[in-house]
């Protein structure tokens, strides 16, 4: 698939150039600004082009500016593939913008595989041009900093053991009939189908009441035990049985290559959940036949999103979360300078020394402020901001008697006025959340989950430079009449 790094215009793209259409302001703002990164365009052609052993040769792709002003549109407005591609089709100022001008608009797929291409380090590494780029365009000057941490879920239904079991039977079930259809044989010989008995199991898990599961009497307990039990070694088989058909079908090929390729993916893809069901079936042991305690580093939650973390901090309405932990860091006029997919559940307060010399590094200075709330606090972290020259350390005590130094401090104005600031980065993270669709990530796999963070952090950032960048040219307009 070649990748060309720019479009050649067309005498219908002039014409349509011609006829004076135009992009509402902010659009036409990023797009100007894009049209000035030339760094940012080539880290997003590379991506395209990595692997690929004749990359000028074949069927044109889509280019570098079209894949990542299609991102950036896909984010800002918060569409999935399908709604890109028609509104992008259907509109000429959008055409315009993603760089099609006239020409066809793929399949919604066409975006899907353009847009994985992209590396979650290459997205890190624009935004952070980006942000230089405020800076040299005097946007920015790194005066204040504030932080948070916040949750972004994975796309998973609520762990249980019961229906973790059940996804491990009905999945690798589905995948070895995909497999026989492939071999072109009725069954796989020597598997069964146990989804019906599974199913059945799972439910009446599910059904019991919280008194039958919590009651200390013999009766519940044991039926709850005796359920699971048959869950567990109906799930045991099952794996078993699939690992063997694995192996006794390793020496069988397809018709043709494509046969093959499949036959060999599908294998490659039953081999992989059934090392995920051996984790959920040695975990459902050990927690409800044993009574142990799993370690949560131990813990799987899904066997579609294994990568996803249980997150607690304390919320009174959303007590667990699954997802990941990012951490955040906004700028006085709310560009995301930083940000960082954690791993576990972190505490907050590791954050602060690395996030000043991050800052330190993007603005050549430290910040006048830095503002964050009292999970952050630990006086290690106020002695470094100190060290650091920040002149106002805005985090709250956490816990302990204060003493009348303390109270003096978290009383006076400019302390105040800094956690007025602070408070700030609440309402960007609910529009990105809200707006930007960072509430729920629904891309598979880790990678993508990072390479959507970053395509929400990029798609602010460029909101937030479009609008200064109107300003200024409006207050110029104004001062030269």
């Known amino acids: 698939m070649a990748r060309a790094a720019a479009r050649q215009l067309s005498f219908a793209d002039v014409e349509l150039m011609r006829q004076g259409v135009r992009l509402e302001p902010l659009l036409a703002a990023i797009s100007g600004f894009l049209d000035q990164q030339h760094e940012m365009i080539e880290r997003v052609r590379r991506d395209l082009v990595r692997g690929l052993k004749k990359p000028a040769r074949g069927r044109r792709g889509l280019t570098a500016p079209q894949v990542l002003r299609s991102l950036v549109l896909m984010r800002l407005k918060n569409w999935d593939y399908r709604e890109l591609r028609e509104r992008i089709a259907d509109g000429l100022t959008l055409r315009q913008f993603t760089d099609f001008y006239c020409d066809p608009v793929p399949k919604h797929d066409a975006f899907n595989r353009g847009f994985n291409r992209l590396t979650p380090e290459t997205l890190k590494a624009v935004n952070d041009l980006l942000v230089q780029a405020a800076v040299v365009l005097g946007l920015e000057d790194g005066a204040k900093l504030r932080v948070d941490t916040t949750v972004v879920e994975t796309d998973i239904h609520h762990p249980t053991d019961n229906t973790l079991l059940w996804d491990v039977v009905r999945v690798l079930t589905r995948l070895l009939g995909r497999l026989a259809k492939a ?131 304390g919320k009174v309405k959303t007590p667990v979360e699954f997802g990941h932990k990012v951490f955040l860091a906004e700028s006085a006029k709310g560009l995301i300078t930083q940000y960082e997919i954690l791993k576990g559940n972190p505490a907050d307060e590791i954050h602060v020394a690395p996030s000043l010399k991050r800052h330190r590094r993007a603005f050549r200075r430290a910040p006048d402020l830095y503002g964050a709330d009292r999970g952050f606090f630990s006086e290690t972290n106020v002695a470094a901001c100190v060290r650091g020259a920040v002149t106002t350390v805005c985090i709250p005590q956490r816990g302990g008697s204060k003493t009348p130094q303390r109270q003096a401090y978290e009383r006076s104005p400019a302390f105040k006025e800094g956690q007025r600031f602070r408070a700030g980065i609440e309402g960007r993270i609910s529009v990105l959340m809200r707006g930007r669709g960072m509430k729920r990530c629904r891309a598979e796999g880790g990678e993508r989950f990072a390479l959507f963070v970053g395509a929400a952090v990029l798609a602010n950032n460029l909101m937030i430079i479009a609008g200064l960048l109107t300003k200024r040219a409006s207050r110029r307009r104004k001062q030269s009449r």
Not at 199 to 219: C, K, L
Not at 266 to 276: F, P, S, V
Not at 277 to 294: F, K, M, N, P, T
């Open 183 to 313: 071999l072109k044989v009725r069954r796989i010989k020597g598997f069964r189908d146990r989804r019906r008995a599974a199913h059945r199991r799972m439910y009446e898990i599910q059904r019991m009441t919280t008194r039958q599961r919590q009651a200390p009497s013999a009766a519940a307990g044991s039926r709850q035990s005796a359920a699971y039990r048959e869950l567990i070694g109906i799930a045991e088989e099952v794996v078993a049985s699939a690992t063997a058909a694995v192996e006794t079908t390793a020496t069988m090929r397809g018709t043709d290559l494509l046969a093959a390729m499949r036959i060999a993916a599908l294998r490659d893809e039953i081999a992989h959940y059934c090392g995920l069901g051996a984790r959920v079936i040695d975990q459902a042991r050990r927690r409800v036949l044993d009574g142990e305690q799993v370690p949560t580093a131990e813990k799987i939650y899904s066997i579609f999103e294994p990568h996803t973390d249980l997150i607690k901090r």
